[in-house]
């Protein structure tokens, strides 16, 4: 279970921060100074026993000399640290309070000794001074605990994924009785005794809303604003990012694509962060544009400090989003494009192929793996279905039952399980299909019947084999780059293998889809699907075509010939020569240099020249950096990861390889080094499965997948973006 900060206003937690919090010192005294410091008034009562047991605070609370590194892996503290660096609003705010109350008191005294004087005009005047200062105040400081309720619900609703709306959101106001959520839950909060709330709702004309829709916006957009606030604070310190595109989601009836944001922070630990959804509109250069735009202008980034992209699109739209990053890479020559670490290479490879033969594996597949997620007696029915098929071959029976308990469909050998379990998946659907028994409901055997019907489908079949086949000189290729920092070295120079064997199948694609087709047919007579061409081919042919197609001719020219082609010009796009150059940096890492036996090359490195604080002594550095791990490190197990060397304490005394290793590990392409580092991917991927289409707020999806939040800076903020505003607005 993750850590975080006790620090009033910190967001850090232990999933971003590898070994770097420190429990609360068991001593009362300095614990007391550790409570008072980061401004927890609410931790004052509780003993060093349980705050030592249970709160944390980061390293960044603490000056460099107090922290100690015992090994590149352990962090402690000295015995005598105080954590002294906080920037708490609150502090800001209690020092404004502490000067008001002063200035306050000073105009007191000041009217006390007037009142003395003989001129009752002078003592009316400030008779009437004394009485409205704190009357303003006090209204002020109301007004903040108003909005402070109100942002209190707010993120609570995002936090327990609780829709703005209710289920009669789309009637006429005049026909619903419901009240929206966010109305029913200030009514609930204003019954539970708050006075504030009370009170400026009893002033309020009758049947109006407790809130305005703008001024609902207005805090949605302010909330949203201060979460991104330290997050993209962190990432202008760490200068270089990466930004990694995922599937498109649908929100209030409009596509986005959801943005995270890799970079090194100050721990030299590699986050992957959500960074907000961006409205997927118009053509590939008005979309490219709005990125760029909402980079630079919303989050206060430059893409020129960005050194790497990534996409994961599947269906109509992915040939899109590859086009946008296709743009970028143009605009921003040093945003490399790179393959995803969170998928596997050959799923992405499929994934971006726009034929409807392919798209219909892909989509098959997908089904697959929902309908048997949802429960453990459809896994047990395909297992029983694998026994009888594999009756006579235990062994392989075995295999593919544990298999079938992974993801399979999203490995990199996905394909070559698809047809080991193609029979055995049809007999499960078709078992389920027919419900002889009424274990199923109507809905589960409906879902079994269209995956029935695909598997069914010669045009599935072929597809699914030419794939197979196709993907398979990528299979270990795609592996490695999903492995240790070495293999993604090693297989960066496998590439010009990889595609060496595509080309040759591409050059005798005659006798490859000859051998191929001749396996789509057996495995379909096996199965008893009939041979013929997609029902869709014959719906678009012209009535004067001339001589009917055969099935073999067919395939080959709309699908074996377009899948070889599509995949060797995606690995080229991938793997650009820029990206290559980055990959062979890699061998700064010095596990990597061992195993080179120190004959690496220090070319290139040139194309990251720029980012350098010194780039006219790099390659003196370079051979110095080489020097110290070929001689001076004997009996040393060496650094095998990007991580492991940036924590080493002499690294920097070598800038340009320390700036150089951080860049690189920005890159989509490598994985992050802990499941931890993927949090915010999981929490998103959580929060669109759990809420339909029409609940998806952009705003409070940022609450449900980030950690973080403090309601005096979002009240704060409110204040100062919207001065003006009555916070009890009449209702749009």
């Given at each position: 279970m993750p850590n975080f900060c006790a620090a009033l206003h910190c967001s850090r937690m232990s999933s971003h921060s590898v070994l770097a919090f420190f429990r609360f010192p068991r001593d009362p005294e300095r614990c007391k100074k550790w409570v008072e410091n980061c401004c927890r008034s609410d931790l004052r009562d509780k003993t060093p026993e349980h705050l030592n047991k249970y709160h944390r605070l980061c390293a960044r609370h603490f000056e460099p000399d107090l922290i100690l590194k015992t090994s590149p892996f352990r962090t402690v503290l000295k015995d005598t640290a105080i954590p002294t660096i906080f920037d708490h609003p609150t502090r800001k705010r209690a020092k404004n309070e502490q000067a008001e109350d002063e200035a306050t008191k000073a105009k007191v005294s000041k009217v006390e000794e007037k009142e003395e004087a003989p001129k009752d005009a002078a003592e009316s005047a400030n008779g009437q001074e004394t009485d409205n200062g704190p009357q303003v105040s006090d209204e002020e400081r109301e007004n903040k605990e108003y909005l402070r309720s109100l942002f209190d619900v707010v993120v609570m609703m995002g936090r327990q994924n609780i829709p703005?709306?209710?289920?009669?959101?789309?009637?006429?106001?005049?026909?619903?009785?419901?009240?929206?959520?966010?109305?029913?839950?200030?009514?609930?909060?204003?019954?539970?005794?708050?006075?504030?709330?009370?009170?400026?709702?009893?002033?309020?004309?009758?049947?109006?809303?407790?809130?305005?829709?703008?001024?609902?916006?207005?805090?949605?957009?302010?909330?949203?604003?201060?979460?991104?606030?330290?997050?993209?604070?962190?990432?202008?310190?760490?200068?270089?990012?990466?930004?990694?595109?995922?599937?498109?989601?649908?929100?209030?009836?409009?596509?986005?694509?959801?943005?995270?944001?890799?970079?090194?922070?100050?721990?030299?630990?590699?986050?992957?962060?959500?960074?907000?959804?961006?409205?997927?509109?118009?053509?590939?250069?008005?979309?490219?544009?709005?990125?760029?735009?909402?980079?630079?202008?919303?989050?206060?980034?430059?893409?020129?400090?960005?050194?790497?992209?990534?996409?994961?699109?599947?269906?109509?739209?992915?040939?899109?989003?590859?086009?946008?990053?296709?743009?970028?890479?143009?605009?921003?020559?040093?945003?490399?494009?790179?393959?995803?670490?969170?998928?596997?290479?050959?799923?992405?490879?499929?994934?971006?192929?726009?034929?409807?033969?392919?798209?219909?594996?892909?989509?098959?597949?997908?089904?697959?793996?929902?309908?048997?997620?949802?429960?453990?007696?459809?896994?047990?029915?395909?297992?029983?279905?694998?026994?009888?098929?594999?009756?006579?071959?235990?062994?392989?029976?075995?295999?593919?039952?544990?298999?079938?308990?992974?993801?399979?469909?999203?490995?990199?050998?996905?394909?070559?399980?698809?047809?080991?379990?193609?029979?055995?998946?049809?007999?499960?659907?078709?078992?389920?299909?027919?419900?002889?028994?009424?274990?199923?409901?109507?809905?589960?055997?409906?879902?079994?019947?269209?995956?029935?019907?695909?598997?069914?489908?010669?045009?599935?079949?072929?597809?699914?084999?030419?794939?197979?086949?196709?993907?398979?000189?990528?299979?270990?290729?795609?592996?490695?780059?999903?492995?240790?920092?070495?293999?993604?070295?090693?297989?960066?120079?496998?590439?010009?293998?990889?595609?060496?064997?595509?080309?040759?199948?591409?050059?005798?694609?005659?006798?490859?889809?000859?051998?191929?087709?001749?396996?789509?047919?057996?495995?379909?007579?096996?199965?008893?699907?009939?041979?013929?061409?997609?029902?869709?081919?014959?719906?678009?042919?012209?009535?004067?075509?001339?001589?009917?197609?055969?099935?073999?001719?067919?395939?080959?020219?709309?699908?074996?010939?377009?899948?070889?082609?599509?995949?060797?010009?995606?690995?080229?796009?991938?793997?650009?020569?820029?990206?290559?150059?980055?990959?062979?940096?890699?061998?700064?890492?010095?596990?990597?240099?061992?195993?080179l036996k120190f004959n690496t090359e220090e070319t290139s490195a040139e194309i990251y020249k720029e980012d350098l604080p010194n780039p006219d002594t790099l390659p003196t550095e370079l051979n110095c950096w080489k020097i110290k791990w070929k001689h001076g490190t004997k009996n040393v197990t060496l650094p095998s990861t990007i991580f492991e060397t940036l924590q080493l304490s002499d690294v920097k005394f070598f800038p340009n390889v320390c700036a150089l290793l951080k860049v690189l590990s920005c890159l989509p392409v490598l994985s992050l080094a802990d499941d931890r580092c993927s949090t915010a991917r999981r929490r998103l991927m959580a929060y669109l499965q759990d809420t339909p289409a029409k609940h998806r707020n952009k705003s409070l999806a940022m609450f449900n997948i980030s950690c973080g939040y403090d309601l005096d800076l979002m009240v704060e903020t409110y204040l100062k973006m919207y001065p003006d505003k009555e916070p009890t607005e009449t209702p749009a």
């Amino acid at each position: 279970m993750p850590n975080f900060c006790a620090a009033l206003h910190c967001s850090r937690m232990s999933s971003h921060s590898v070994l770097a919090f420190f429990r609360f010192p068991r001593d009362p005294e300095r614990c007391k100074k550790w409570v008072e410091n980061c401004c927890r008034s609410d931790l004052r009562d509780k003993t060093p026993e349980h705050l030592n047991k249970y709160h944390r605070l980061c390293a960044r609370h603490f000056e460099p000399d107090l922290i100690l590194k015992t090994s590149p892996f352990r962090t402690v503290l000295k015995d005598t640290a105080i954590p002294t660096i906080f920037d708490h609003p609150t502090r800001k705010r209690a020092k404004n309070e502490q000067a008001e109350d002063e200035a306050t008191k000073a105009k007191v005294s000041k009217v006390e000794e007037k009142e003395e004087a003989p001129k009752d005009a002078a003592e009316s005047a400030n008779g009437q001074e004394t009485d409205n200062g704190p009357q303003v105040s006090d209204e002020e400081r109301e007004n903040k605990e108003y909005l402070r309720s109100l942002f209190d619900v707010v993120v609570m609703m995002g936090r327990q994924n609780i829709p703005l709306h209710g289920h009669s959101e789309k009637e006429p106001r005049s026909k619903s009785f419901t009240p929206s959520n966010f109305q029913a839950l200030l009514e609930y909060r204003i019954n539970a005794g708050d006075e504030v709330l009370r009170r400026k709702f009893e002033t309020a004309a009758v049947n109006l809303e407790y809130c305005s829709s703008t001024q609902l916006q207005q805090m949605l957009e302010v909330s949203e604003k201060c979460i991104l606030e330290d997050l993209l604070a962190e990432v202008k310190e760490a200068r270089f990012f990466s930004l990694v595109m995922d599937n498109l989601v649908e929100i209030a009836g409009e596509n986005h694509l959801p943005l995270f944001i890799r970079f090194v922070d100050q721990v030299n630990s590699l986050r992957e962060e959500f960074l907000g959804f961006l409205r997927f509109e118009g053509d590939v250069e008005a979309i490219a544009q709005s990125l760029s735009t909402e980079i630079s202008e919303k989050y206060g980034l430059s893409m020129e400090q960005c050194r790497g992209q990534a996409y994961f699109c599947t269906g109509v739209y992915a040939f899109k989003v590859k086009a946008v990053a296709i743009r970028l890479s143009e605009q921003y020559p040093l945003a490399v494009l790179t393959p995803s670490s969170a998928h596997s290479l050959n799923i992405c490879l499929a994934n971006s192929m726009n034929f409807t033969s392919v798209q219909l594996v892909m989509s098959t597949l997908k089904k697959i793996d929902a309908f048997f997620s949802k429960s453990p007696l459809l896994q047990n029915q395909l297992e029983n279905a694998i026994s009888i098929y594999y009756q006579g071959n235990e062994e392989k029976a075995a295999a593919l039952k544990e298999v079938c308990h992974t993801n399979w469909t999203e490995q990199h050998d996905a394909f070559e399980l698809a047809v080991d379990l193609l029979e055995s998946l049809l007999l499960c659907m078709d078992s389920v299909h027919d419900n002889e028994e009424f274990k199923w409901s109507d809905d589960v055997a409906h879902n079994a019947f269209v995956i029935s019907e695909a598997l069914s489908d010669f045009e599935f079949v072929m597809a699914l084999v030419v794939l197979k086949n196709t993907l398979s000189f990528s299979r270990a290729f795609g592996k490695n780059l999903q492995g240790q920092t070495s293999e993604v070295f090693f297989a960066a120079s496998s590439l010009t293998a990889v595609l060496h064997s595509v080309n040759e199948v591409l050059e005798n694609i005659e006798v490859y889809h000859e051998f191929w087709f001749e396996e789509a047919v057996n495995l379909a007579a096996a199965l008893e699907i009939p041979i013929k061409i997609p029902r869709l081919f014959f719906r678009k042919q012209r009535p004067d075509a001339g001589e009917e197609i055969q099935p073999e001719a067919y395939y080959k020219i709309h699908l074996t010939f377009p899948v070889v082609s599509h995949v060797i010009k995606e690995l080229s796009d991938l793997f650009s020569e820029n990206h290559l150059k980055a990959l062979q940096s890699l061998s700064l890492v010095p596990a990597i240099m061992g195993q080179l036996k120190f004959n690496t090359e220090e070319t290139s490195a040139e194309i990251y020249k720029e980012d350098l604080p010194n780039p006219d002594t790099l390659p003196t550095e370079l051979n110095c950096w080489k020097i110290k791990w070929k001689h001076g490190t004997k009996n040393v197990t060496l650094p095998s990861t990007i991580f492991e060397t940036l924590q080493l304490s002499d690294v920097k005394f070598f800038p340009n390889v320390c700036a150089l290793l951080k860049v690189l590990s920005c890159l989509p392409v490598l994985s992050l080094a802990d499941d931890r580092c993927s949090t915010a991917r999981r929490r998103l991927m959580a929060y669109l499965q759990d809420t339909p289409a029409k609940h998806r707020n952009k705003s409070l999806a940022m609450f449900n997948i980030s950690c973080g939040y403090d309601l005096d800076l979002m009240v704060e903020t409110y204040l100062k973006m919207y001065p003006d505003k009555e916070p009890t607005e009449t209702p749009a």
